[in-house]
């Protein structure tokens, strides 16, 4: 009776207050419900990690609440709870937030209305509960992105009125159910990203409504079924990073609803498919590194919606001048590592908006035609190891957006023409192994990105330019070997002090190799052999360390080395080597001497009498700046005398923009000088910029941030004085096997700590947001208690919220972000990807440039391609599949279990860094809950900090590892 009376009433104030956004409900029958409701969603909540707790913290009832009448307070209100008009939870949406558990305590039976939940990004573990799919009102699941493992449970068949089903980015494994195939009301199903295996169930071709399916990135294997020609709605398909082999069903040309197709890096055979493009809208084709034969079909060629287009690494075959069209609206194509034959066609230079034509490694013949210099968007042209002949057209150097030319292993002749050099975003050129003739183009100079620089095997003669020298972004190689180069070596390639590789090899280049080599701190491999060089070796490690084969065939070439005689007198050039150091310092440039110039011009004539900036707020003892009372002549002198005259003995460092000297003041304080390296000819397009930028430096006030204390502009040289860090830099601290060994678990836990409360400041405390642009293993510098403190803001920049941030690059090879070499844009997210290398490096003892190798493309420019691209985020199965222990540096003892969870936390924050899709990785603030979080409920209970699955093995291989070390 009761019960059927308050029915009413509750059907009564439905239809009165259906128009009320707050959910209203008064029956006892709705608020037992409601209580089971609230119930389950707490029981489940109490499962949870202890900084979930906080992050729910508005899930809370008091009994009273459940049983009083009082009906303005149930689980509707909580954060992510929607209900219905009756009070009743019907959606979950608790997405990206770090939850950390199981949904083993979830009863979702309490929940019969539930129709959505949406949990992804979070940091779940554990099965996917069967029970889920008892809720037949639930039409909307997303699990994505969390570390849920064990089997998709077949009972997902039974949820009948699902629409969308996310499962993506898992830890997922065995087979697709096929029992799927009963979800007949499924639009989109991602099972994308975990470790399914089998094969593709045909079972799944009974999902007359589905409109995306992306099974990519599993270990799926046999061939795909025919039935999947039966998903005639299918807008999207993605299958790459399988195991599938086999050809493709003939049905699969029904799908004529595609825009989306991706097949790359599996084993297919057979041929492409007919008539994918039939209906006309396919944009995205990715078909690379499978088994591909035959030609290119019709379809293909006349298919003018297409956007991008993959088919690299097959067996194709055909004349590529006949076999493709022109694309109005393509952006991205690469055919290289196939049999295609014939001529580049002009037809290239129709597509407008193409950015990325790459043909390598084809049996392409012929010339290469000037019209593709009309295709003026074109980033990166890759014509390498084919056949080709003629001339390199001098249209190329319309080209304005052009940053990679590889024309590499060719039959190339004639001159390089100049006006590749004008191409202000040149930075990956590769000509080498050609039949080009001439001398090296003076312009070639102007390319200030320049990164990459490889002319070798040609006939290139006359001199090197000293132009070459202005090349400061060199960093990965500069190769000259096999010409017939003359004359000397051009004592400006000393300012090149990011460069690795030095290959001159096999010229004919006289005189000595000059002192200003001294100077190439970066350089790591170093061939001079057969030319005609003399005098002493430069005193420089890759030089002293070289193999004797680096300097044979060079008669007079002389120095302390195995290879070589000993020089007549060594204390002569010692003398001519302290010269032209004085000489070279003067024009050595960068980013930072402009800035930093500029600003203290700027500064010191803004402030008029006082010379120096002032530290408003130090708390060391002994105040530098109290002390000398502002005057800065005072100041300079002091460290003038302290330093003997800026001698070398004082200098700690050299870097990108200056080098770093020691300095005890008079004072009795130690402090660390910066003489920038000065610049002769900046040119200065907006000085307020400038100002602006360096301004805002001297406000940065943080514990892991090196404190400036001030600046000196001086007739004779500009310097910035910073805090002194006794330790140095932890690059040079991982490289010596002592001082690696004193730098234990616990202090590299608190390095990474460090730079990520550093870097979260930077990114998220400052405003504007400033992105430092070369966080590496060189720039972080530790005190005499290991804190690590940031430095080297040369390269610096602010962060403009409303525009595009467009830049050069800047940053240490090896640390940048793959999408900066492609875009050129900066973000945080850039900076996020450094902090992951930094992160692993930290932890590994060295740089992790061969997970990083596996990770992403091969060359470091080449085939970063689009961020969208489909094969590019791998990272997850490879991560997946390291061994834990094979991260750790080995000069280090085993960690202890709670350090090795630490640690285990560290390693996978690192690689989610370096995803290749930069809106994967997380931001800094996501960075600096989860590593210092963590602090926080440690001493409850070690299992609420249990990550899943990589950490539990990391923590279970250190245990094996133990006890086998016991034994
Ligand atoms: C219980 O309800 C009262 C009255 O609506 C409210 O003030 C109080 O915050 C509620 N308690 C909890 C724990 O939500
Ligand atoms: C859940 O919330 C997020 C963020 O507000 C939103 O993007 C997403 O679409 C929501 N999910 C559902 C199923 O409504
Ligand atoms: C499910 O939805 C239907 C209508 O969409 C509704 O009548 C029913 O009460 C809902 N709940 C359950 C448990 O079926
Ligand atoms: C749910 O699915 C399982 C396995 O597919 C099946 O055995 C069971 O009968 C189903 N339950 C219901 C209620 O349909």
């Known amino acids: 009776m009761l019960l059927k009376r308050s029915f009413c009433c509750y059907l009564f104030l439905n239809f009165v207050f259906s128009f009320s956004t707050m959910p209203i409900a008064a029956s006892a029958f709705s608020t037992r419900v409601r209580t089971q409701e609230a119930e389950a969603l707490l029981k489940w909540k109490k499962s949870l990690s202890g900084q979930s707790q906080y992050l729910l913290s508005s899930w809370m009832l008091s009994s009273s609440n459940i049983t009083s009448s009082n009906t303005s307070t149930n689980s509707c209100s909580w954060e992510g709870i929607r209900c219905n008009i009756a009070g009743s939870v019907t959606g979950i949406n608790l997405t990206s937030i770090g939850l950390r558990g199981t949904l083993h305590e979830f009863n979702f039976s309490s929940l019969p209305n539930l129709s959505s939940l949406d949990l992804h990004d979070n940091e779940l573990f554990g099965n996917i509960p069967p029970s889920i799919f008892t809720l037949c009102n639930l039409t909307f699941i997303n699990l994505g992105y969390n570390q849920l493992s064990g089997r998709i449970p077949p009972e997902v068949g039974n949820s009948t009125m699902l629409n969308v089903l996310s499962f993506s980015n898992n830890l997922l494994s065995g087979p697709v159910p096929s029992t799927l195939g009963n979800l007949n009301n499924l639009s989109l199903l991602y099972l994308g990203n975990n470790r399914l295996t089998g094969p593709i169930p045909p079972e799944l071709g009974k999902l007359n409504f589905l409109s995306e399916l992306r099974l990519n990135l599993n270990n799926l294997t046999g061939s795909i079924p025919a039935s999947t020609g039966n998903l005639t709605g299918l807008k999207i398909l993605s299958l790459y990073g399988n195991q599938l082999s086999g050809p493709l069903p003939r049905e699969i040309n029904n799908l004529t609803h595609l825009v989306l197709f991706f097949l790359s890096n599996n084993s297919i055979s057979g041929f492409l498919p007919k008539h994918i493009c039939h209906g006309g809208i396919l944009e995205d084709f990715c078909a690379s590194n499978n088994h591909f034969t035959g030609t290119v079909p019709k379809g293909l060629k006349n298919c003018t919606s297409l956007t991008r287009l993959r088919l690299d690494r097959n067996h194709l075959i055909g004349n590529i001048s006949e076999d493709f069209g022109i694309y109005p609206v393509l952006d991205y194509i690469d055919l290289s590592y196939n049999n295609f034959h014939g001529e580049v066609s002009p037809n290239w230079g129709k597509c407008r908006l193409l950015t990325s034509l790459k043909i390598s490694d ?55 023409p100049p006006g590749i050099g004008m191409l202000p975003d040149m930075a990956y050129l590769d000509l080498a192994r050609n039949c080009l003739n001439g001398s090296i183009p003076v312009q070639l100079g102007y390319c200030l990105k320049m990164f990459y620089l490889n002319l070798s095997s040609n006939q290139l003669n006359g001199s090197i330019p000293d132009a070459i020298g202005e090349l400061v972004s060199l960093q990965v190689a500069l190769d000259l070997s096999r010409n017939t180069l003359s004359g000397e070596i051009p004592w400006r ?111 010191t004539m803004k402030s008029g009498k006082t010379k120096m900036s002032k530290e408003p707020e130090d708390s060391h003892q002994g105040n530098l700046f109290a002390i000398w009372s502002y005057d800065g002549k005072l100041v300079y002198e002091d460290i003038k005398e302290a330093t003997e005259g800026f001698d070398n003995k004082y200098c700690i460092g050299v870097g990108g923009s200056g080098s770093v000297y020691r300095a005890e003041l008079s004072t009795g304080q130690v402090v660390a000088v910066k003489e920038l390296h000065t610049f002769h000819c900046f040119n200065l397009q907006n000085p307020n910029i400038f100002e602006n930028e360096v301004k805002a430096l001297t406000k940065i006030r943080h514990r892991n941030i090196v404190k400036l204390y001030g600046f000196c502009s001086h007739v004779e040289r500009s310097i910035l ?51 430092h642009r070369d966080i590496s293993s060189k720039n972080i510098l530790l005190d005499r208690k290991y804190e690590a403190h940031v430095s080297d803001f040369g390269t610096a920049r602010f962060l403009q919220l409303d525009s595009s941030n467009w830049t050069g690059l800047a940053g240490t090879y090896g640390y940048i972000a793959p999408e900066l070499a492609y875009t050129m844009k900066v973000t945080d997210k850039c900076e996020v990807y450094s902090f992951g290398v930094l992160t692993l490096e930290t932890i590994m003892g060295h740089h992790p440039c061969e997970i990083m190798c596996c990770l992403s493309s091969s060359s470091p420019l080449g085939s970063s391609s689009s961020s969208s691209s489909a094969t590019l985020s791998m990272l997850p199965s490879h991560v997946q599949n390291l061994p834990f222990s094979n991260l750790l540096d080995e000069r280090l003892p085993v960690p202890t279990p709670e350090i090795a969870e630490e640690v285990a936390t560290i390693i996978k924050l690192g ?47 250190q245990e094996d590892k133990t006890t086998s070390m016991t034994m």
């Open 721 to 771: 004085i910073y805090e002194y860090l006794e330790r140095g830099s932890l690059a040079k601290i991982l490289q010596d096997v002592e001082q690696a060994k004193d730098l234990d678990w616990a202090k590299r836990i608190n390095v990474v700590k460090g730079v990520a409360k550093a870097l979260y400041y930077l990114h998220h405390d400052c405003r504007p947001p400033i992105i």
């Open 493 to 603: 390639l000393g300012n090149l002090i990011k460069l690795e590789i030095l290959d001159l090899s096999n010229n004919e280049l006289t005189g000595p190799i000059p002192s200003t080599f001294d100077n190439l701190n970066s350089l790591r491999l170093v061939d001079v052999s057969r030319n005609d060089l003399e005098g002493p070796l430069p005193n420089n490690e890759a030089f002293l360390k070289a193999s004797p084969e680096a300097f044979q065939g060079n008669a007079q070439l002389c120095g302390n080395h195995s290879g070589l005689t000993l020089c007549p007198s060594s204390i002569e050039s010692q003398k001519e080597r302290r010269i032209s150091i004085l000489v070279i310092m003067m024009p050595l440039v960068g980013v930072s001497i402009i800035l930093s110039i500029v600003v203290i011009i700027l500064y």
């Open 362 to 416: 084809n049996l392409l013949v012929g010339v290469i035609p000037p019209e593709i210099g009309g295709s003026s968007l074109l980033h990166v042209l890759d014509l390498s190891n084919n056949k080709l002949v003629g001339k390199i057209p001098y249209e190329l150097g319309n080209l304005k957006s052009l940053f990679n030319l590889t024309l590499s292993g060719n039959s190339l002749s004639g001159e390089i």
């Open 911 to 957: 690689f989610a860094c370096l995803n290749a899709n930069p809106l994967l990785r997380p931001t800094m603030e996501q960075i600096y809950i989860e590593l210092l979080a963590r602090r926080l409920p440690s001493i409850e209970s070690r299992h609420e900090l249990a990550l899943g699955q990589v950490q539990n093995q990391g923590v279970q291989e």
